[in-house]
């Protein structure tokens, strides 16, 4: 990786600031906003129509880009506006009835959990919550134990947590689900732009995915990965448009052989490209390379960090470049004042976010840095050192 370049190729960086909150909404390289202003200015002068028939092979260039990063076709491939409405395309393609058993993992991202809270109250189905063991990582033979007890309609598990830099073993989770023909959902809403990320070593049915994050795309931009099979059987969003079918028929419709059934024909081309660009560059600079970097500059914070007496709750086998921590005492505040007195980007994240995993550790929020490829070991030092005030 040319660190030098990559940093020269980020606007946002030149007044100075340290940037780690790349797993909140990251920093957009020159090429991803000058793509979108340009076919604004286009759309400005020709109108949408015309701009996307005059852009229309550059447009496709988005499903290559996307398939190259997860190692899948580009016709498993979808556009979404966002991670979430991936996900909610992808659930509502699965037709629940009262009675199923949906299982996930006491740390899936709030939203998910909401949802599946939404199908239980709607329509009576059962949410089952798979254990963790006590270093934190998967109980996989109790989740197998609840796959043949149960028979889930759906085994849905978060890549990466939003609110801990622990990674869930989605490959083993992937084999259990094949060996017992179960339907698969991964968010990867973390993980993706991050490290590298396998659909086909995973095994799932369907991966959701957004740009603002790891990817360092615009916001309402994100991705649907649809599996093969999936496809085979004809799943498909409830709320279809003429993006996802043929008008056959007065009362009937023929879906298209694609993963973009599951778009809507009304996006923004401008995020479109966007994202294009963003995903082209990071396969450009290299995922695995990408993953090893992210790996040196989030062990070096973390362990300084639990040096400097701060308490880190990443708990697990496997951590990613997610670092959550707090004050012995649990204080947030002179973190968050001293971080801002130096211009370091942060997130915070409170207990209504996460709550499962943080009733069980007893905390009530925790703050969180994420540093990405762009950030240089130099930039973490001086973060751990500005730390030691607080």
């Known amino acids: 990786m040319n660190l030098d370049k990559i940093r020269q190729d980020i606007r946002g960086l030149e007044d100075g600031k340290i940037f780690l909150n790349n797993a909140g909404s990251s920093l957009m390289s020159k090429v991803v906003v000058d793509s979108m202003v340009d076919y604004l200015q286009q759309e400005e002068q ?46 509502s393609s699965i037709i629940f009835k009262e009675g199923d058993y949906i299982i996930t993992t006491v740390d899936d991202y709030i939203s998910n959990q909401i949802v599946f809270i939404s199908l239980q109250k709607n329509l009576n189905v059962k949410v089952i919550r798979t254990k963790n063991l006590p270093d934190n990582e998967l109980d996989l033979e109790d989740l197998e134990n609840l796959i043949r007890k149960y028979q889930p309609k759906l085994v849905a598990v978060t890549h990466i947590p939003t609110n801990s830099g622990l990674i869930q073993n989605v490959e083993a989770v992937g084999k259990i689900c094949r060996q017992h023909n179960v339907l698969y959902l991964v968010d990867a809403c973390q993980s993706v732009g991050q490290m590298v990320v396998d659909v086909e070593q995973i095994g799932c049915d369907f991966l ?11 916001r309402g931009t994100g991705f649907l990965y649809v599996s093969d ?41 401008a995020s479109l490209l966007g994202l294009t660009e963003a995903t082209k560059y990071a396969n450009t600079v290299g995922m695995q390379n990408i993953e090893d970097y992210n790996r040196k500059l989030s062990e070096n914070l973390r362990h300084n960090l639990q040096n400097s007496g701060f308490q880190t709750w990443d708990i697990g086998t496997h951590l990613s470049s997610i670092i959550t921590f707090c004050s012995p ?4 505040e002179k973190i968050q004042k001293v971080l801002r007195e130096n211009n370091v980007f942060f997130s915070v994240t409170y207990k209504n976010s996460a709550l499962i995993d943080f009733t069980n550790k007893n905390i009530n929020g925790i703050v969180r840095l994420s540093p990405h490829y762009f950030n240089t070991l130099e930039e973490i030092e001086k973060v751990s050192q500005i730390l030691k005030s607080v």
Not at 63 to 80: M, R
Not at 208 to 218: C, D, N, Q, S, V
Not at 252 to 257: G, I, R, V
Request: proline share 2%; charged share 25%; net charge negative.
């Open 46 to 91: 020709s109108g949408g129509y015309e701009v996307a028939n005059r852009n229309a092979d550059l447009l496709e260039q988005f499903y290559d880009e996307t398939a190259q990063l997860i190692n899948c076709k580009s016709s498993n491939i979808a556009f979404a506006t966002s991670a979430t409405d991936a996900y909610a395309k992808a659930l």
């Open 208 to 218: 959701t995915a957004t740009g603002r994050k790891f990817m360092r795309g615009p």
């Open 229 to 269: 099979r999936v496809l085979e059987q004809n799943y498909a969003p409830l709320l279809l448009d003429m993006r996802g079918a043929h008008w056959s028929e007065y009362d009937d419709y023929e879906l298209f052989k694609t993963a973009k059934r599951f778009e809507h024909w009304e996006i923004s081309y």
């Open 329 to 332: 005492d649990g204080d947030l």
